[in-house]
């Protein structure tokens, strides 16, 4: 019975073999009617078929001559379509749900045949027996071999896929720039995923910093794109280009929607938006479009796109695509974060700066702001120039400690509080012991929020007509001195940050010849990654001894000196004021010795006269003589001797009268029988400002007058 069966198997196989391939069509038609989802791509379709005929094929051979099915192997076809569906993303289940599939279909073709070529049931009984066993032998075996070469692809894929997360992870948001991170993700797409990646954000995200809500056709600007085809115009907008998405539109859905969308594309229906201009050229056969969002804010769109690649986009590649966009949305949203608090800082800082330079009869000065290049954001270096009495100026340059919207608003707090002390002519050292009070305070206010604040200043008083230069310094770095022979950074007692409090600030004065070069900067000028102190201070020094007596102005030096020292992107934030000192005539500044007499009056008002009369003011006399007759006469009556008077003509006229008594005056309306207490008031109706000035040995009352 055993031989019957096997030659009667044999028989049928033989008959069977040249009609091998109208029984594959039969079982691929049964097969797509069965799963339809499976054959929709044309290039498996074709495969497939040719893979049922070799399998049939294959099966009727064993059974003709007798081989063993438990050693079968699969035939090429089968391989190849198994990877085919494992690069389709055609899930494990289905493949073997088709070998299921066609080895049942298999099976009742080959026993209908069988009942039609013998009566013999009982033989018809034992050959579908052993059809059913080889059957399944033959599906075993073979597929194990096609699941090895189905996992093989996916784990590949897998890898793929997880080198490509992991490349995107290292590449997108290594800068805090909104346009490149949105290149880095373009470019991280192509790379053997898409064929065409596009990057477009809402004009709000842009231009206003902070992202709108979509409306229902929002305006969007293409910020990136890359083709796997460089050169070709295969997207219809242009990077940097506005454009509008229709309301009824997948991408403005998208938006509206917030839901990503995988869509597939025939050749004879690609939709506006993604349709190349002019005559077709590429076939997009799937597209994906996923929502740029982060931290509940929607910044814009992607398009990834295939048009070379056979196989379309898949639920995989539609997540894929999705943790890769929603890492880069965040990195896009920290650039725009980063970009609108630094345009922020950075507007505050500048305006909070002088805005144009200063102009002074005691110095010809020009200045630099320069941010930092990097992450870190803007600082509080800020610098001033400060007209003072008697035609004297104040330099001041600092350095808050710290970043962004806070260190620049501090800046401003600290300008401002140098400016109010030095319209009360505090001297240097006394003026830094109320910042650092100011600072003091400020810390105790803001201990809650922000911790505490420090800062550095230089403050020097440049006085032409004696050219001297008073100097303090909060722990800031010393000036560097540049006059027509040499370049040196002169000894100064550098005391502590402001904001320790409790400790001392000194003064130091030096003479300094006219013409001479004083740089004020913050460390940001001199601390780089490229030199140490020393050699970026060597070369400031031999900058400055070069320029000195040339004829550059003070501009020309600060561009050389920023040009020589700082790198391309400078680490830190840097202020720069460079200062060519200048001498006054001394035919323009005339002194007088007074005793403590009240007759020396007549005499002081006799000397103001003949003073204006030599400088040409004779229309100031009579103004210019009463307030010196009311200041001397206070400095007589009230204060200490000596007495000095000095008459200083530059843009202004200056009359100042100095005493040895610290107690300044104070101006009162007098009552009506009151002897006293219009002086003040005179000289302050008739000059345009005064003051007090205290020095170490007394106080200076001044009065300044128009020229006219």
């Known amino acids: 019975m055993e031989k019957d069966v096997s030659a009667f198997l044999s028989r049928l196989a033989h008959e069977l073999r040249p009609h091998s391939d109208q029984w594959a069509g039969l079982l691929m038609e049964r097969m797509r009617g069965e799963l339809p989802e499976l054959w929709q791509h044309e290039d498996l379709t074709q495969l497939a078929l040719r893979e049922t005929a070799d399998h049939v094929t294959a099966f009727l051979d064993a059974l003709e001559h007798g081989r063993d099915l438990t050693e079968a192997q699969a035939p090429p076809t089968a391989l190849e379509l198994a990877r085919g569906f494992a690069e389709g993303g055609v899930p494990l289940s289905a493949l073997l749900r088709t070998y299921r599939l066609g080895h049942v279909s298999l099976l009742q073709l080959l026993q209908e045949e069988a009942t039609r070529l013998t009566d013999d049931q009982q033989l018809t009984h034992a050959a579908t027996l052993r059809l059913i066993a080889a059957g399944f032998a033959y599906v075993d075996r073979s597929s194990e071999q096609v699941v090895a070469a189905y996992q093989e692809v996916r784990d590949r894929r897998v890898q793929r896929r997880l080198m490509l997360t992991n490349e995107a992870s290292r590449r997108i948001g290594t800068t805090l720039d909104t346009t490149r991170t949105a290149q880095e993700l373009a470019e991280v797409g192509v790379d053997d995923f898409a064929d065409l990646v596009t990057v477009d954000l809402l004009d709000s995200v842009l231009h206003d910093g902070e992202p709108q809500p979509p409306t229902d056709a929002p ?172 035609a004297r100026v104040a330099l001041v340059v600092g350095d808050i400690v710290g970043r962004g919207l806070h260190a620049a608003a501090t800046m401003g707090r600290l300008r401002t509080a140098v400016r109010a002390f030095a319209d009360i002519d505090l001297i240097p050292d006394e003026l830094l012991t109320h910042l650092d009070d100011v600072v003091i305070r400020l810390q105790r206010e803001e201990a809650r929020e922000d911790g505490e604040i420090s800062a550095t200043c230089l403050y020097a008083v440049y006085d032409p007509a004696t050219r001297l230069c008073s100097l303090a310094s909060a722990g800031h770095v010393p000036p560097a001195v540049a006059t027509p022979s040499a370049a040196a950074f002169p000894a100064l007692p550098i005391g502590p940050p402001l904001g320790l409090g409790g400790l001392p600030f000194e003064t130091a004065q030096w003479e300094l010849p006219e013409g001479s070069l004083l740089a004020l900067y913050t460390d940001g000028l001199v601390q780089s990654r490229t030199h140490d102190l020393d050699t970026s201070l060597t070369l400031l020094g031999d900058t400055l001894a070069q320029t000195s007596g040339s004829s550059m102005s003070p501009d020309e030096v600060c561009d050389r000196l920023l040009a020589t020292l700082l790198p391309a992107r400078p680490a830190d934030d840097v202020a720069l004021l460079v200062a060519r000192t200048r001498a006054l005539d001394p035919g323009h500044v005339a002194t007088l010795d007074l005793p403590s007499d009240p007759a020396a009056v007549s005499g002081a008002r006799r000397f103001t006269a003949e003073t204006l009369g030599a400088w040409g003011l004779d229309e100031l006399s009579f103004s210019t003589e009463l307030m010196v007759s009311e200041l001397v006469t206070n400095a007589i009556r009230y204060g200490k001797p000596p007495v000095h008077l000095r008459l200083v003509l530059e843009s202004t006229l200056t009359c100042e009268v100095f005493d040895a008594n610290s107690t300044a005056p104070h101006m009162r309306r007098a009552r009506t029988f009151d002897e006293g207490g219009r002086g003040l008031l005179l000289v302050a109706q008739l000059a345009e400002r005064w003051g007090t000035r205290h020095t170490r040995e007394g106080k200076v009352i001044w009065a300044e007058q128009a020229l006219p």
Not at 227 to 256: F, I, K, N
Not at 360 to 376: F, N
Request: net charge positive; proline share 9%; hydrophobic share 40%.
């Open 219 to 390: 305006v969007l600007r293409r910020v990136a794109q890359r083709s796997v085809l460089d050169g070709c115009p295969d997207s219809p907008v242009g990077t940097g280009r506005s454009h509008v998405h229709p309301a009824e539109s997948a991408p403005a859905e998208v938006l509206a929607t917030g839901r990503p969308l995988l869509l597939r594309v025939t050749a004879s229906d690609v939709p506006t938006w993604l349709a190349p201009p002019g005559p077709p050229v590429f076939g997009f056969h799937s597209v994906l479009l996923l929502p740029l969002y982060a931290r509940g804010t929607t910044l814009g769109l992607a398009q990834f796109a295939r048009h070379r690649r056979t196989t379309p986009f898949d639920d995989e590649d539609l997540l894929l695509a999705q943790e890769i966009t929603t890492r880069a949305a965040v990195n896009i949203d920290n650039a725009r974060r980063y970009t609108h608090e630094r345009t922020t800082a950075l507007t505050l800082q500048r305006s909070l700066l002088p805005q144009r330079p200063v102009g002074h009869s005691a110095v010809d000065t020009a200045a630099r702001y320069l941010p930092s290049g990097s992450r870190a954001g803007v600082g509080g270096d800020w610098y001033d120039v400060i007209p003072l009495s008697g």
